[in-house]
């Protein structure tokens, strides 16, 4: 085994232990916002316990459907249509060469009819894996870019981390959801009506103020937990999508084409962003503000590759093109 092969097998298994401990931390911290939830609501420990159990429930419902439905809803979302081999020969022998490379069996190949150019890949496994592609990009890159493309998409297939953003996504959203619940809960009154009930105690009046803050600021850690699961696994991708094609130059240009694509990608929306290889919510648009960015720096990305062919970074105006379009 070489040595380059080696630490990508060593940078996979420590991504999924990183993936591991970051969907702990966010039951954790849905646990935790349950019981304060809980008690705020009852007043009672028994209360809040049911609470943590209904959270936890609930989250593990929807990690299950998640699991073995995700990858039909974020197909539908995006409404991606499955080609055939006649209908994208181009893209479906790409796909099936990398496939090969990588010692898996080929995804289901999806097209969607838009113009901008970006990609994904979702699924469970590589067993259960889809990976679609715009119409704008087909036609936009050259073999070498195409392939550049289908083999980081592919890499996020093989290191299993359509799973984990099928999973942290879910998770992320039952935080968010019980952030709402609770919030409007207190404006409506609800806090008082607890308060009232059980006589107005210190300590309850302290549990309702700390469920109004976890409320707040957990949406917000849920958040920065999803953006480090995506930006890390992005540079990965990068990294395993060049071991498949051997050629960094044609993810380094594709990169480069999708960033200075200025199309709107109409299908995309903040729960399925994180998926694409380039994020396809630009800077310019009404729906960009207050988010954060769910990928590195593209100019970052492109210097990596760089690097690779022991290139020098990209400087000057080149560098501040890219900088701005991330």
């Not at 195409?146 to 039952?174: K, M, P, T, W, Y």
């Not at 990068?238 to 960094?248: C, K, M, S």
């Amino acid at each position: 085994m070489s040595a380059d092969r080696a630490s990508f097998y060593t940078l996979q298994a420590r991504n999924r232990r990183s993936s591991l401990l970051l969907t702990l931390s966010v039951i954790a911290v849905l646990a935790l916002f349950g019981f304060v939830a809980g008690y705020a609501f009852t007043a009672s420990p028994a209360g809040a316990v049911a609470a943590t159990a209904i959270a936890i429930g609930v989250a593990t419902l929807l990690a299950l459907g998640s699991y073995y439905r995700g990858d039909a809803l974020v197909l539908a979302a995006s409404r991606a249509r499955l080609v055939s081999e006649a209908d994208a020969p181009a893209l479906h022998n790409v796909v099936r060469e990398l496939s090969l490379a990588a010692g898996m069996p080929p995804p289901r190949v999806y097209l969607l009819d838009d113009t901008a150019l970006n990609a994904f890949a979702t699924g469970r496994d590589p067993q259960h894996a889809s990976i679609a592609v715009t119409s704008g990009l087909l036609a936009a890159l050259d073999r070498e870019e195409l392939q550049g493309v289908v083999g980081h998409e592919l890499s996020h297939v093989r290191n299993l981390d359509i799973r984990f953003a099928l999973l942290v996504g879910v998770l992320v959203g039952s935080i968010a959801l019980l952030a709402d619940v609770l919030l409007r809960w207190t404006w409506w009154g609800g806090a008082g009506r607890s308060r009232n009930r059980e006589g107005g105690g210190g300590a309850q009046l302290i549990i309702v103020v700390l469920a109004v803050l976890l409320a707040i600021v957990a949406p917000i850690f849920a958040r920065l937990v999803q953006l480090a699961v995506s930006r890390q696994r992005e540079f990965l991708a990068d990294g395993t999508g060049v071991e498949l094609t051997r050629n960094p130059a044609g993810l380094e240009r594709a990169l480069a084409k999708i960033a200075a694509d200025s199309e709107v990608l109409e299908v995309a929306n903040r729960a399925t962003q994180h998926l694409y290889i380039v994020n396809p919510i630009k800077k310019f648009e009404a729906r960009s503000k207050g988010l954060f960015s769910t990928h590195p720096p593209i100019l970052e990305r492109i210097n990596r590759l760089r690097a690779l062919r022991a290139l020098p970074p990209l400087a000057g105006g080149a560098e501040e093109t890219l900088a701005a379009l991330d």
